[in-house]
């Protein structure tokens, strides 16, 4: 019976991603955080300020302040992503 240990570490280490270190984790967190702010910007550039300027139909208090918290939850979410990032005062830029 053949031995099967390498191939399958050989299909593990295919399929797994490599080991991360701590700036590929801080870019991964500003990425996603990235994108829950542009999703937010969206949210509030279609339901609060496109309204104003369309001029099709009346302005929606309850669709207006929806979106504004849909977009504050969003901001949230990406400020928690923020959080995760550790703080090292001796790194310099």
């Known amino acids: ?9 050989r299909i593990l280490r295919a399929i797994l991603p490599p080991p991360q270190t701590p700036k590929h984790r801080e870019d991964r967190l500003k990425a996603a955080a990235t994108v829950f702010q542009n999703v937010a910007i969206g949210i509030v550039g279609v339901g609060l300020i496109t309204p104003f300027f ?6 929606q208090p309850h669709r207006a302040g929806l979106a504004l ?3 504050v939850v969003l901001e949230i979410v990406s400020l928690l992503f ?3 990032i550790p703080y090292n ?3 310099e830029d």
């Open 54 to 59: 369309a001029g099709v139909g009346v302005f």
């Open 89 to 91: 005062d001796t790194k």
């Open 69 to 71: 918290c849909a977009a």
């Open 82 to 84: 923020l959080l995760y």
């Open 1 to 9: 019976m053949p031995d099967t240990y390498p191939t399958a570490r």
